[in-house]
T-cell receptor, first 113, second 113 residues
Framework: NAGVTQTPKFQVLKTGQSMTLQCAQD?????MYWYRQDPGMGLRLIYY???????DKGEVPNGYNVSRLNKREFSLRLESAAPSQTSVYFC????????????FGPGTRLTVT | AQRVTQPEKLLSVFKGAPVELKCNYS??????LFWYVQYSRQRLQLLLR??SRESIKGFTADLNKGETSFHLKKPFAQEEDSAMYYC???????????????FGEGTQLTVNP
């Protein structure tokens, strides 16, 4: 039981490049989330998927897109990376919505130069 | 709109001293409040939640609706408590605000020997 897994662990991009961050969970959770963590700003929600087949914007969705591929997988895409997107990205999942405990992945450290 | 504020970015105490991490929130309904913790080189994880009214690792938190606060307290801090602590809020489960968590900015606690 791996919980929440994320790939890659580290990534360096040049401005304008694109990439997809992958996230998978094996806990049969309905809800999945993407956050970014920046010093002094805490965790900010980028996008979430309350259930398979739905996605919604969070606090800071600009510059990102998501795909809920199936119940297990939720990917985050940066179409044209910018230095402001340098951050640590966390994926999380919960059984259903915000009232249930969220389980986090190990994070992806992204640097955009 | 829901908002969580943690006024202290950094908090430093000595081992054995009491510690209080402050959390204030704004939300028009009845929120559910949580504390999440991130130890060095570990994943973000749930520490405790208001609805459970439990003490975890000696920590407790009381929801004060009058002051809209959910401060985290421990009477005798230990060195292993050093970590980043996040307060989080979830709203009405029947509304969008209940589908997700809103996190505060985080407080980095250091317990000195």
């Amino acid at each position: 039981n791996a919980g929440v897994t994320q790939t890659p662990k580290f990534q360096v991009l040049k401005t304008g490049q694109s990439m997809t961050l992958q996230c998978a969970q094996d806990m049969n959770h309905n809800s999945m989330y993407w956050y970014r963590q920046d010093p002094g700003m805490g965790l900010r929600l980028i996008y979430y998927s309350a259930s398979e087949g739905t996605t919604d914007k969070g606090e800071v969705p600009n510059g990102y897109n998501v795909s809920r591929l199936n119940k297990r997988e939720f990917s985050l895409r940066l179409e044209s990376a910018a230095p402001s997107q340098t951050s640590v990205y966390f994926c999380a999942s919960s059984l259903r919505g915000g009232l249930h405990e969220q389980y986090f992945g190990p994070g992806t450290r992204l640097t955009v130069t | 709109a829901q908002r969580v504020t943690q006024p202290e970015k950094l908090l430093s105490v000595f081992k054995g001293a009491p510690v209080e991490l402050k959390c204030n929130y704004s939300y028009s309904g009845s929120p559910e409040l949580f504390w999440y913790v991130q130890y060095s080189r570990q994943r973000l994880q749930l520490l405790l939640r208001h609805i459970s009214r439990e003490s975890i690792k000696g920590f407790t938190a009381d929801l004060n609706k009058g002051e809209t606060s959910f401060h985290l307290k421990k009477p005798f801090a230990q060195e292993e408590d050093s970590a980043m602590y996040y307060c989080a809020l979830s709203g009405d489960p029947l509304q969008t605000s209940g589908s997700r968590l809103t996190f505060g900015e985080g407080t980095q606690l250091t317990v000195n020997p």
